[in-house]
């Protein structure tokens, strides 16, 4: 959209980040719980203009990031089942579960395809009968509708061998998931497009239970300054509620459609957040009348886990208690070539994206000082 | 993951549609998007499924905002 660009105008960010300058009289803690904002923030360099003593923590957001060690396991025991394919989203493939990843077993021989849509997956399963494909739905609400509203489709076409394992999550059970666990932030920078689907009422109950503000902010430069401008503001003001910066991409009820093939398809479950532990009402599951497409039914056995490598803190990363760079393992045994915990493999987990920009920020204080 | 791209309705056919996303023709679902959108519409795309139709009003007031409170 060419209107895009307005919200990337360097002059637009410099006056919004004066302004928060402006309305801050302390230090406030402020999460952005969207892996995609924390990419936002570091690509932009928005960081360095805020104020020192507005300290920004990644959360949980990054759906590759909180998929347990077990989930993983459980798609690569699917992966060796014989005359299966696993389709599955890019990010999912270098994650490793005990000890192996999908693209490890790809290496090994099973059939593992990447695709970009669930659409192509479905495709998959068309032009291969009889094999059994298997999908690897992973993601929050802004991809649980799509994985609805295909398997509603195979199930009206008859598409018999299309399968899903269904690993998505929905978020705001699991902002007070972490604000019960102790997490100390002052307020949240909520994802726009977590949001486009849910709108703004799921998280009422944290700015009204918890006195938490939330600002649901967009991802452009512009929108990520203006919506910590509006959490500043809130925080100064001793006000706590729900307002929606990425007005242009978020309506109060969200979209209805959406949540509507959601519910028709999905039944809510407790879910197992890496870092976090169980929480209630966060899995979606394939309802009854769906479990035809349910890959499940083809897990026979009890998968067991092996508990995370020794030092990773992938947990406390996605708690928002530590920053990627207070890991040990963080840049020496730990980084995207050979990533122990799943932070530093996706591209949106907050570890990659540390590793990158600071990497990138170190190689250009090295060609300016010429050391 | 959470990333939705503005994409422009090239082509309609009941809900599949093809759409100029950053200059890359591709085929996208309508299914479940929130408001009917059309050929010529702006739509935020994920996954090959548009999820919001855009508006460029809202667009331009949140600039507006933007701006007012930087003027302020």
Redesign the interface.
Known sequence: ?R??S??RESE?AR??A??IAKATTRRWNIMEF???HTVAIFRHGLKAMLPGYINLVSGP????CVTSRNDIDRILYLADLPGTIVAT?G?MMKVPGSGMSLSDKRALGADVRVV?????AVGIARANPPARVIFNA???E??A??TA?VVR?ACSEGIDNFHILSLHKVTPPVVTALLDGGTEVDGFLC?G??C??IGSRPLEPVAAGYKKPCVIAG?EP??VL?GI?MLVRQLEEARSEVEI???????PE?????LA?MDEVFCRVPAEWRGIGEVDGTGLKLREEFAAFDAERFIDREIVSEPDPPGCQCGEVLRGEIVPTDCALFGSACNPENPVGPCMV?S?GSCATYYQYAEKTRRQYEDKTGR | MCLAIPALIKEKDGTRAKADVGGAMREISLEIIDRPAEVGDYVLVHAGFAIHKLEEKEALETLELMRKVFGQ
Do not use: K
């Not at chain 1, 970009?116 to 192509?120: E, N, Q, T, W």
């Open positions: 959209m209107l895009s307005a919200f637009l006056n919004i004066g302004n969207c892996g995609t957001g990054c759906p590759v989203y990010d970009y849509s669930i659409m192509d992973v993601g929050f802004t991809t509708p799509s509203a489709g994802p497009h977590v486009s689907i991802f512009a929108d203006q401008l910066e990425y007005s242009r991409g978020v309506r969200g979209n209805t459609n959406a093939v996706s949106e």
